[in-house]
């Protein structure tokens, strides 16, 4: 019996190398957008290019050029864990205003809605591939859908596991003193500093700390599939029809503009333990000095922050003239805004900070 849909697979009006196209491009890319941990409700379980990334475990390297000053603490580590250092790039932070607020959740809602979006269109398209494949004669092309769609499972288990592992890092002492707030400035590679404030065990376990699976043999396991069906691909996609290789072209690069564009993404949501608030100081000037004034520091702390250079010293009268008539000024500006009425607050902009105030 021949295959219904046989006379696709003698089309050839031109030739496409599809095996460059889907494992030379997009990997800085997919790296930093796989790496970030987020779920996206679209393209969580269709491909996308870059898949020797999975197995080959990059996507949860540390990168470098990026600072932490855990100010409360008095302690700072310019190793990030890799998750945290691709999602604070992802967030578009502003030059110095930007503020993340983060706290664990002990009982966290459970929303099944975007799995089982996201699972019904990976279904539906790997389904479809596949049995396009079949319906075509194209073998080489069926052997690429079944790689394909191993490489998206060991993708998910990959990324499940770092999602699992951050949970378990945020929930590590969380009943001890280690919920208790501490300020901290983030220095990203762009040179913007980002203000967080966190519990004490999630910047330790999570943010300074890189993920690691409860089930290390099945993890490289799993990683060792990953290498296997990505062989199974490089082997067979360049073998198959071009219908079939412009199906999956298109199809790849399709989920791979949507995932690093973010759309269906919700960064805010990233850990079923987590909270994250967002703030911005709308009239903010960028200069960091208004960013040290809005953190409320203690003497104690900005004798930390001048130990860091992050100040100048106290022999510079005039910046420390400046930063204290300023912080003053920000204070003043907080109590009036608490004071005053709720439809008149808005009016007044934001005030300084405190630990209190950016508990979600």
């Not at 491009?25 to 790296?31: D, F, N, T, V």
Request: charged residues 15%.
């Amino acid at each position: 019996m021949h295959p219904p849909l046989r006379y696709l697979a003698q089309w050839s009006p031109f030739r496409l190398d599809a095996l460059g196209l889907l494992t030379m491009l997009g990997g800085p890319e997919m790296s930093q957008a796989i790496g970030r941990l987020t779920f996206n409700r679209y393209t969580e379980f269709l491909p996308t290019l870059g898949a020797s990334i999975v197995p080959s475990n990059d996507f949860v390297q540390p990168l470098s050029g990026f600072t932490l000053y855990n100010i409360t603490d008095s302690i700072s580590s310019t190793t990030f864990a890799g998750w945290f250092s691709r999602w604070l790039l992802a967030q578009n932070a502003s030059e110095n205003s930007s503020v993340f607020t983060w706290n664990v959740k002990h009982q966290p809602p459970r929303s099944q809605r975007a799995l089982i979006l996201a699972a019904t269109i990976g279904l539906f398209v790997n389904c479809s591939t596949t049995l396009l494949s079949g319906l075509v004669g194209d073998w080489y092309g069926f052997a690429s859908a079944i790689s394909i769609n191993f490489s998206i499972f060991v993708r998910w288990y990959l990324v499940t596991q770092n999602r699992q592992a951050i949970d378990r890092g945020a929930m590590e002492g969380s009943a001890q003193n280690s919920l208790e707030l501490v300020k901290t400035l983030c220095v990203l590679a762009d040179n913007k500093i980002v203000t967080v404030i966190a519990p004490r065990n999630v910047v330790v376990n999570c943010f300074l700390t890189t993920p690691r699976s409860s089930h290390l043999r099945v993890y490289s396991a799993v990683r060792v599939l990953g290498w296997l069906s990505f062989a199974v691909f490089v082997v067979s996609i360049g073998q198959a029809t071009l219908f079939f290789q412009l199906i999956i072209v298109a199809l790849t690069l399709i989920a791979t503009l949507i995932t690093v564009s973010r759309i269906g993404n919700n960064d805010m949501a990233l850990s079923k333990t987590l909270s994250i608030c967002r703030g911005e100081h709308l009239k903010s000037s960028e200069r960091r000095i208004e960013t040290y004034c809005r953190l409320g520091l203690s003497q104690a702390e900005e004798d930390t922050m001048v130990d860091w250079a992050l100040v100048p010293q106290r022999k510079n009268g005039d910046w420390w003239k400046e930063y204290h008539n300023l912080k003053t000024k920000i204070m003043a500006e907080k109590s009036c805004v608490k004071n005053s009425p709720k439809e008149h607050q808005s009016q007044l902009g934001e005030p300084a900070l405190s630990l209190k105030d950016l508990s979600c």
